[in-house]
Every structure is written in structure tokens, then in C-alpha cells.
């Protein structure tokens, strides 16, 4: 019942900017955390940004801070991320995911499917 499903990746030039938008069903966005995880080939899945529900801190990874933000709209049901300043090891694809309640979790109990973002010029 649970679905999230991301759009808005492609291909953009370093410098760029890109918006990803994660709309989600089956459940009221405004009562769980929500973030954005990305994986490169070779490399580890990181966690790229969450937002909680309860309190609404956010969390950024080190790599994307001051060049990336997110944001919910309860209203749309969607959570977004807005990515400017994009670099070529910002290339992964990149998954929305919902944590069991309302803290940003390390290990998301629901996932989208994801969508590829690639910088290259």
C-alpha cells in the first residue's frame, strides 16, 4: 500500500541544477520522516538528506551541505530535492525513502524504485 515514486533525474552539465520530487500514497506524508539515499556502482549506499515529521530537523551529508536542500509538501503529499552546484561525483541514482515514524531512521523501512541523476559534461 505503501508507494513512493521519484522523478525528475536526467542528465546535466557540472554546475547545473536538477529537482527531484518523490510523490508519495498510502500513507499521510506529514506524520514520518522522509529523506533521499543515492548509490553510485562501485560505491556505498549514502544517505543523502531527511527530513523528520516530529520536530522537523533536517539532515544533510557533509558532500551535498550548502549545495542541496529539501523540502515536504504536506499538502502534495510530496518531498523534494532541490540540487544546484551539481558535480560530477554527485552521479548516482537516487532513492526516496520513508522511515517507520517520525525520526529520520538510518535503514528506511520503504523505498521508491529510484531515478537516475548523471553530471557530465
Known amino acids: 500500500q505503501v508507494q513512493l515514486v521519484e522523478s525528475g533525474g536526467g542528465l546535466v552539465q557540472p554546475g547545473g541544477s536538477l529537482r527531484l520530487s518523490c510523490a508519495a500514497s498510502?500513507?499521510?506524508?506529514?506524520?514520518?520522516?522522509i529523506g533521499w539515499f543515492r548509490q553510485a556502482p562501485g560505491k556505498e549506499r549514502e544517505r543523502v538528506s531527511c527530513?523528520?515529521?516530529?520536530?522537523?530537523?533536517?539532515y544533510y551529508a557533509d558532500s551535498v551541505k550548502g549545495r542541496f536542500t529539501i523540502s515536504r509538501d504536506n499538502a502534495k503529499n510530496t518531498v523534494y530535492l532541490q540540487m544546484n552546484s551539481l558535480k560530477p561525483e554527485d552521479t548516482a541514482v537516487y532513492y526516496c525513502a520513508r522511515g517507520a515514524g517520525s525520526r529520520c531512521p538510518s535503514v528506511p523501512s520503504y523505498w521508491g524504485q529510484g531515478t537516475q541523476v548523471t553530471v557530465s559534461s
Open positions: 498510502g500513507f499521510t506524508l506529514e506524520f514520518y520522516a
Open positions: 527530513i523528520s515529521s516530529s520536530d522537523g530537523r533536517i
